[in-house]
């Protein structure tokens, strides 16, 4: 395979890069090609299971289901939905799906219920895919996704979700909650909602806000339960990030994609390090917290068993699908870090030394990505066909939803005659990944 033309001038420094990605690459090799051999035997149906109430048709009679290409996602705050979000991102991607947009960087009219108003028109009038954050309110979706939309969310521990809600938001600070080792903790000894016009509140029933739960009624338990109900009968499946290997699968299974299409990068998006707390009595702020945020624990409580009983109800392979794609994501992790390399600046070659003052400085705060050559296949297995993983993937992978957000915006099309108030309030998330270089070499459009 000859080597991927990068546009750089090739320098000794960059020349001992290359080669020691060569060679990691060669002699991890024979370990990649031979960790699957303990997989299940290989069978002749693709996949080797049914699902309930999914149909299945093909040629000689092998059974294939119908790939969903038509879905919806809640996003739900804090709780693993931006990792999330990127695999529906790059799956809509490269199934050349059209998004609904947010005209702003972010949020299809949340924290309010959505409006015409609130995103990006598309050329047909059609859409296949709403992965941003916005308040679920079905009869409005209704009017806007196909009939057969596949509807998605997820949950998280409510009180994991809490403390990543508290990092995040720097509610310490805002709420003035310093006593003690443990903010949260503190917090919750004496919890209180800060007057704010906003309609929800982060430290409250967070989760339950982004399903469409009016908060004025977590106090009635009955308007509780007939929620819950609501959102069993209306979402197909809620993922829970405790068990999101699991929930993946599953995912997969539900939406007949392949296990390529449920790969995403390991580290956390939107993930900021704080210091989590050795000596809080766990079991006593649990207690706290779920006297507090009622809903949010009996939704958990609801889908955490629900996801259970769907994977009772799979093939006795589930649980070995699980450990090969686990075994899967992690050998796709080592072969993504030897093959992007980031190369010094003094590799970089003339034309770009020639650039300007600003465009030097812009390039210097992104690191300069190259990749070696040379591609992990992964063997074909009772759950896929063979199929490989390349540099160009693993860059995918490593985008963050600002990167995936500015490009499909860059590739959306829209009527002919939107008008140019529209066009000038479109704001494009600066990428976190891409820089102008690999915009052109991945996607073949310019920043």
């Not at 931006?82 to 799956?91: L, S």
């Not at 800060?194 to 004025?216: E, I, Q, R, V």
């Not at 829209?414 to 996607?443: H, Q």
Request: aromatic letters at 10%.
């Amino acid at each position: 395979m000859a080597p991927h033309k990068s546009g750089l001038r090739a320098t000794p420094c960059r020349y001992v890069l290359v080669m020691a990605a060569l060679l990691a690459y060669v002699g991890s090799s024979y370990f990649f090609s031979t960790m699957y051999k303990d997989g299940p035997p290989l069978s002749n149906r693709t996949p080797p299971h049914k699902m309930p109430n999914r149909s299945f048709s093909g040629k000689h009679g092998e059974e294939i289901c119908d790939i969903k290409q038509n879905f919806m996602f809640v996003k739900v705050h804090k709780a693993g939905s931006t990792t999330t979000t990127c695999i529906f991102q790059r799956f809509g991607y490269e199934h050349n799906l059209t998004f609904v947009l947010p005209i702003i960087k972010s949020d299809v009219g949340w924290p309010n219920f959505m409006k015409q108003g609130d995103f990006i028109p598309s050329a047909d009038g059609t859409y296949n895919v709403l992965v941003d954050h916005t308040v679920y309110h079905r009869q409005l979706l209704d009017h806007l996704m196909p009939p057969d939309t596949v509807y998605i969310s997820i949950l998280r521990h409510p009180l994991a979700q809490l403390r990543s809600v508290f990092n995040w938001y720097h509610l310490a600070k805002k709420l003035h909650v310093f006593k003690g080792p443990d903010p949260v903790a503190s917090f919750l000894e004496n919890p209180a909602i800060s007057h704010t016009s906003s309609p929800f509140t982060h430290t409250k029933n967070f989760m339950a806000y982004d399903l469409g739960f009016p908060l004025g009624l977590s106090d009635d338990q009955s308007s509780v339960d007939e929620f819950i109900q609501k959102i069993s009968k209306e979402i197909d499946l809620v993922l829970i990030l405790e068990h999101f290997p699991e929930s993946l699968v599953l995912l997969r299974r539900m939406m007949c994609w392949t296990l390529k299409d449920i790969l995403y990068n390991d580290v956390p998006k939107n993930l900021r390090n704080y210091l989590k707390p050795t000596t809080t009595n766990t079991t006593a702020l649990i207690h706290m917290h779920r006297q507090w945020s009622n809903v949010d624990y009996q939704l958990y409580d609801y889908f955490n068993a629900t996801l259970w009983r769907k994977i009772q109800e799979e093939d006795q392979d589930f649980h070995q699908e699980v450990r090969h794609f686990e075994k899967v994501l992690q050998s796709t992790t080592s072969y993504c870090s030897d093959s992007i390399i980031k190369l010094p600046m003094n590799a970089v070659n003339e034309t770009t030394k020639r650039k300007d003052s600003r465009e030097k400085n812009e390039a210097k705060k992104k690191a300069v990505l190259t990749w070696a050559t040379g591609v992990l296949t992964i063997p074909r297995t009772a759950w896929h066909n063979e199929f490989d993983i390349d540099p160009s993937l693993c860059l995918k992978l490593k985008m963050e939803w600002h990167d995936w957000t500015h490009v499909i915006k860059k590739k959306h099309k829209m009527p002919a005659n939107v008008s140019a108030a529209v066009r000038s309030a479109i704001e494009y998330p600066k990428p976190k990944i891409l820089d102008k270089n690999l915009m052109i070499k991945l996607f073949h459009i310019k920043m």
